[in-house]
């Protein structure tokens, strides 16, 4: 019904880039709030980066400052610009949204994607 694509990721050695895109197969105006959540091995998955639709991106404190996500409506498709990448970051990131309508009606359940990893070491 509704997918959702990461790409971008990959290693690459501290105070590196990357940016991971994820692309919807819905529009933008049907998600209320889109975000990237990431998973380190052992370790709970965490909120990066929340997009609503009604407001400005932002992300959590812990990447404030080196990460940046934004959106571009007429591709369907979300980013998560990350700069000065510490091995901390290393997870596998994953797309994921929630709030999508359908014609008056919203979906019951939430969507991820299939996520993809990053990793940051020397």
């Known amino acids: 019904q509704v997918q959702l694509v990461e790409s971008g990721g990959g290693l690459v050695q501290p105070g590196g880039s990357l940016t991971l895109s994820c692309a919807a197969s819905?529009?933008?105006?049907?998600?209320?709030?889109m975000g990237w959540y990431r998973q380190a091995p052992g370790k709970q998955r965490e909120l990066v980066a929340r997009l609503t639709m009604g407001g400005s991106p932002y992300v959590v404190g812990s990447v404030e400052g080196r990460f940046a996500a934004s959106r571009d409506n007429a591709k369907n498709t979300v980013y998560l610009q990350m700069n000065s990448l510490k091995p901390e970051d290393t997870a596998i990131y994953y797309c994921h949204a929630d709030g999508i309508r359908s014609g008056t009606l919203y979906y019951k359940h939430d969507f991820w994607g299939q996520g993809t990893q990053v990793t940051v070491s020397s």
């Open positions: 819905v529009t933008m105006s049907s998600i209320d709030v």
